[in-house]
C-alpha cells in the first residue's frame, strides 16, 4: 500500500491535535500513537474528534482530514466527508452537489466540525 494512512484527534490532556495510527484501549477510549524522537507516544482523544487524512492538501499546504471545513470562494463552505466510497466535501446547504478531494487543493481549512472547548 502507498498511501499513509494517518488520523488526527484531540487531546484534552494537551489541549492540542495529535496525528497518527489509531486503536481502542480499555472502554472504547480511542488513542493516537505518534513517533517523536524515536519514541512511541500513546495520547489519549476524544473519539468524536478523530478524522482520518484524506492524502490531499489545501491551498496553504496543510493535511485535510475529515470532519474539517473548507472555503472556497463565493462565500461557500464545505464540509470533508467519505461519501459513496470516496473523499468530498459537502456543502452547509447539501445541495447534491461535491466537491471531489482533487479540488480540496483550491480551498482554505477555516475549522472543523468538532470544536474543542
Given amino acids: 500500500m502507498k498511501r ?3 488520523f ?3 487531546s484534552e490532556d494537551l489541549q492540542k491535535w495529535v496525528e497518527g495510527g489509531i486503536y481502542t484501549h480499555q472502554n472504547d477510549v480511542v488513542i493516537i500513537h505518534k513517533h517523536g524522537n524515536n519514541l512511541m507516544q500513546h495520547t ?3 473519539p468524536d474528534s478523530v478524522g482520518q ?3 490531499m492538501l489545501d491551498i496553504d499546504g496543510n493535511k485535510v482530514f475529515e470532519g474539517m471545513k473548507l472555503h472556497r470562494y463565493l ?3 464545505w464540509t470533508v466527508s467519505f461519501k459513496d466510497s470516496k473523499w468530498v466535501a459537502i456543502p452547509e446547504t447539501d445541495s447534491g452537489l461535491y466537491l ?3 479540488q480540496f487543493k483550491e480551498c ?3 475549522g472543523n466540525t468538532f470544536q474543542p472547548n
Avoid: C, E, M, Q
Wanted: no cysteine.
Fill in 44 to 46: 489519549p482523544v476524544n
Fill in 8 to 10: 488526527r484527534g484531540w
Fill in 108 to 110: 482554505k481549512i477555516t
Fill in 53 to 55: 487524512f484524506t492524502g
Fill in 75 to 77: 462565500g461557500v463552505y
Fill in 100 to 102: 471531489d478531494a482533487s
Fill in 4 to 6: 499513509k494512512i494517518l
